[in-house]
């Protein structure tokens, strides 16, 4: 039995059962049934008894310049996890970002990196280049104990949840402006069949694929 919730007209959720117990499978998909890559889905324990899933050390996170594309498009990073942008191009680029949580600024040549740094602080910061209009990266920051981010087939998967109530947040750097955050909550038995919740969002066209032809090399 499928069950949909629509959720401000750009969500529907349904919980099916699958083969394996105390996971949860989310999986993303546009208004147009295609997977959707790049979704970042936090979960967060309502339940004091479930305790917090344990801390990741400190990754080094780093973020190309090829084809004048930031790769990856979207990048989880842990408050203290150092962060790095490497030029591959054979261009300059001129790395910056006004986000309240850090505003920094880096101009690189062909092959050079920027030095490491960090972000204490959780949120998002909106990355540029200042030379070319259509390069755009986000930096996903939090401390949440769950979360991931889907790929190209549109899904992640918790595996071995506790039993209790859990948040589900799901954000897209292409949500419309002005769209109120999408959290469902999720209820885990801890045995039996485990869950999927199918998730569609509206989203707009991808930026990246506007190109100002006028600053394609500097």
Known sequence: MRVRVPLAGLLALACVSAARAEDLTVHIADDGGHPVADSVITLIPQNPANGPAAQPKPETRVIDQKDETFIPYVQIVRPGDPIVFRNSDDTRHHVYSFAKIKAFEFVLAPGESSVPMQIAAPGIAVVGCNIHDNMIN????????????????????????SAGTYALHIWHPQLHPGTPEIVQSVTMAGSGPAQTINATLALLPDPRQRMDHEHMRY
Request: glycine letters at 4%; hydrophobic letters at 45%; proline letters at 4%.
């Open 138 to 161: 986000y930096l996903f920051v939090s401390d949440a104990p769950y979360l991931a981010q889907t790929r190209a087939e549109g899904s992640v998967t918790f595996a071995n949840l």
